[in-house]
């Protein structure tokens, strides 16, 4: 037990003192045999306290201290440093809070404030003389990294991360880096084209040391925790042996195959082959044949020597310091029927539609005719009064806004309307929008009516009740509707159950907390990034995994790794083994072993969360969490039950 | 209520991620609740062990309150099963010692739930009075 603890009480300006009576505080405090001083303070997260307390700790030879002041989550680690500073174990420091939860709680009460903060201190000192010096738990951390999808937001990380000595292995499930912006060729707010950009980061990736790049691999198998995952990689073959010689026969081997489908790179607008070089912006540059369609009938292999219709899968184990989850988002899918998808033939998406304007030279055709009035419904499956979609996408205005810019800029004779429910082209990308009222785009507002649509004589019908003319309907008759559609997240139920990834409300990944752990997952040492966490543009996409970047190389760059020591201990000579601990533990931290010829629990320490459900499900109470004991707990408990007679109405 | 009447104590447990931020939060803004709650935190509402809320009835709290975490748990989805599981498990406990099993309660309170804490506060006092 520690008996020369030293109490400072805060004012915190005035913050406190105006309703607690520190002196008062401090003196009952002082009478404790085991406060070797106490003193009240102005401020004591201040430079010259901060100091003061180190001394006072040297000078005194104290083992413990505790300070009253604001709220743990402000200034807990600096104290623990001042402890430390003096050469104190941070652990021995109590913080008690009589700020946020004592003098601003009850300052409509002064006189029963201060009583409180009294107990308060009293348990905080009980806490104190119970502390146990601990040392944070150091495991060793494999100084690589997987990132999982290489789209432009596992791309860039993976760059990011090799730049910092991490080594990076990057797979990505498609045969083609790129993920889905190739698809949308011209970017905002620049109008970049998309093959440039994934064209730069694919070529630095290449001749990266650091970074090995699968493609056709998917993660098939975790096991391990932090800083020492163990990873199997599946990895599909292209059929290819080579490469080398595949340039003066692959036109004609694909030529040559029988097997036609739609192509969903241009969602149905154009065909695709069995055999498939890749598209604009796609890399690299070298053919794949999509065995999920492949008859081998044999035919590409007669003109090319390279083909090897049995090349096998592949699998791949590795050690792996931390993992970052990059896989992106799908498009809303509408239903059949909504906004007349799938029943009329003029109503498609915004993403086929970008395909469309691309494959189009002079004029815009679709469908056999020549378009020259769009209609563009907005929050298409984002913001939804009914279904599972609550969300805004974020991007889609702007895409959508974008997409008309584009459109008037190759075919000026287009008219352009756009159905919203209120424009969201936030920060810089209004100038977007401006650029399309310039071009006398035509903007008209719904709230929860949606628009009706029909279609007569290939001439489709648009009834729209807009809120900008005083709810008036209006009538439009058009070429094409284009809906708006939301992202929504990826079907991978695979990478989730292996991965255990959390899933928040709106079904993409879940971060720790989106202010103070924005990118961390509550698996240790799993980030993500992009638009697997939530809908987001490139460019907050690319910050994303930046900053994923920056938390996991502050976790694997060291080569070891500080746990907070917050543990689950057994004590073996009293447990029974009953399994009530292992199947309440979410964490997988429960080992069963032997002690003295019989069997019994033991703490994986380095899966341990130190949640503390094994606790109360223990028979024999032989759990007990470190800073959380019996003791440390009852004696607190003690201190704030002893009764004040004051305490009286 | 007459002159020189004890004001019940409760004991509440509450976690250091979830209704912690909620409890200074109704400190922040001056949301007032009686000065006889106590807080004492824990990493998560199912690591309470019954024999804490038994301790606290024996020395003299009136009533005991778990904060519990609820779907926001961090831990686990199981989480607002397991500390309805202690509740019921303390209340059997009580029940065999003569303790009113409503003295102990508890209640989702998520992070930024500081209307909630103290509206729950004012009633489980007025209740135990």
Known sequence: ?649 | MGENQKIPKILVFSTEKISDPAIDLAGLLKKHYPPTVYVVNVPCSSSVKPKWILHAFKKGFDGVFIAADGSDCQYSETCTFNTGEIVRKTHDLMKKKGIEPSRLKMAAICSVCSDPFVKQMKSFIEALI
């Open chain 1, 1 to 649: 037990m520690r008996c020369r603890i030293g109490v400072y009480v805060c004012m915190c300006g005035s913050n406190i003192s105006d309703y607690v009576d520190v002196e008062k505080v401090r003196e009952i405090a002082a009478e404790n045999p085991c406060v070797v001083l106490a003193k009240t303070t102005m401020f004591a997260c201040s430079d010259s306290t901060q100091k003061e307390i180190i001394e006072d700790i040297k000078v005194n030879e104290l083992n413990a201290i505790v300070i009253a002041s604001c709220s743990p989550k402000l200034h807990l680690f600096t104290f623990r440093n001042v402890a430390e500073r003096a050469g104190l174990n941070p652990y021995n420091y109590v913080q008690v809070n009589i700020r946020e939860q004592c003098s601003w709680a009850h300052s409509d009460n002064p006189k029963f404030a201060t009583l409180k903060a009294i107990q308060l201190v009293k348990a905080g000192i009980d806490k104190a003389k119970n502390s146990v010096s601990l040392e944070p738990i150091m495991i060793k951390a494999e100084h690589s990294a997987l990132v999982i999808g290489a789209g432009i937001t596992g791309m860039k990380a993976a760059l990011a991360l090799a730049n910092t000595g991490t080594k990076v292995t990057l797979i990505e499930k498609e045969h083609y880096v790129g993920g889905r912006i190739a698809q949308w060729n011209r970017l905002f707010p620049h109008n970049d084209p998309a093959e440039k950009l994934v064209k730069t980061l694919y070529e630095e990736i290449i001749i990266n040391d650091n970074i090995y790049l699968y493609t056709g691999a998917e993660l098939i198998s975790k096991s391990g925790s932090v800083g020492n995952f163990i990873v199997k990689i599946k990895i599909k073959p292209r059929y290819f042996k080579s490469g080398y010689l595949i340039e003066q026969c692959i036109e004609k081997a694909i030529e040559s195959c029988p097997v036609e489908f739609d192509d969903p790179f241009n969602y149905g607008l154009t065909k695709i082959k069995a055999i498939q070089q890749n598209h604009i912006g796609q890399f690299p540059y070298y053919p794949v044949i999509d065995m999920s369609k492949c008859t081998k009938c044999g035919i590409c292999t007669d003109i090319c020597a390279d083909i090897d219709l049995e090349q096998k899968e592949e699998e791949l184990e590795l050690n792996i310091g931390a993992i970052l989850i990059a896989t992106g988002a799908e498009s809303y899918q509408p239903p059949s029927g909504e906004f007349g998808y799938g029943v009329i033939p003029g109503v498609i998406t915004l993403q086929m539609f970008r395909r469309l304007i691309d494959l189009n030279g002079e004029k815009l055709i679709y469908n056999h005719k020549q378009i020259k009035r769009i209609a563009y419904i907005y929050c298409v499956g984002s913001r939804q009064y009914d279904g599972e979609n609550q969300y805004c996408s974020r991007y889609c205005c702007t895409a959508a806004v974008h997409t008309s810019l584009i459109v008037k800029e190759k075919f000026p004779e287009i008219v352009n309307i756009h159905l919203t429910r209120g424009v969201r082209t936030y920060g810089k990308q209004e100038i977007l929008y401006n650029k399309s009222n310039l071009q006398k785009d035509i903007y008209l507002q719904f709230d929860d009516t949606p628009p009706e649509i029909s279609e007569e004589n290939g001439m489709i019908n648009i009834k729209v009740v807009d809120i900008l003319t005083v709810k008036k309907t209006i009538e439009l008759d058009i070429d094409l509707v284009v809906l708006v559609t939301s992202m929504v997240p990826r079907k991978n139920k695979e990478l989730e159950n292996i991965l255990k990834l959390p899933i928040g409300r709106d079904k993409f990944y879940n971060e720790v907390h989106p202010k103070l752990k924005p990118v961390e997952t509550m698996i240790d040492g799993v980030f993500i990034g992009g638009n697997c966490q939530a809908p987001m543009n490139i460019s907050e996409s690319v910050k994303s995994s930046l900053s994923a970047v920056s938390k996991m190389n502050a976790l694997i760059g060291k080569g070891e790794i500080q746990l907070e020591p917050s543990l689950a201990t057994i004590d073996k000579s009293i447990c029974v083994w009953c399994d009530e601990c292992t199947k309440i533990c979410p964490s997988d931290a429960i080992i069963k072993t032997e002690y003295n010829g019989k069997p019994v629990a033991e703490i994986n320490e380095a899966n341990c969360k130190g949640c503390g459900m094994c606790l109360p499900v223990c028979p024999t109470n032989a759990i007990q969490l470190i800073g959380y004991s019996d003791v440390e707990i009852e004696s607190m408990i003690d201190a704030l039950a002893s009764y004040s007679p004051e305490f009286t109405i």
